[in-house]
């Protein structure tokens, strides 16, 4: 999986794992089992092939690194990922909203 950390003004971001827990404790499931930490997901991929690897590495030694690099994006989505019944996970929108004006 390849992601991008999220920094800066990230309060809402920390008091969404609590809202998460209570969310799904009030009807009785257990919480995840996970430490919750802010990121973007930007790709994922299950392979065994090394071409596919340094392929994926290729393309992201242009991606800016660091803090210098900002990335424009116009919205942000929440994604649910769900599995059929050979394994394969694919990701859903279930909401998005806008980013700026």
Known sequence: M???GVLGQTEELAALPASV???VECPGFDPPGFAFLPHVTVGSFA?????QYRAMA???HG?????????PYA???????ERDQE?????????SWPLGP
């Open 2 to 4: 390849a992601w991008i």
């Open 21 to 23: 827990n209570h969310a």
């Open 47 to 51: 392979t065994d092939n090394p071409d």
């Open 58 to 60: 290729e393309f992201w």
């Open 63 to 71: 991606i800016p690194s660091g803090r210098s690099g900002a990335l």
């Open 75 to 81: 919205e942000i989505a929440l994604y649910a990922s």
């Open 87 to 95: 394994g394969r996970v694919a990701y859903v929108i279930q909401d």
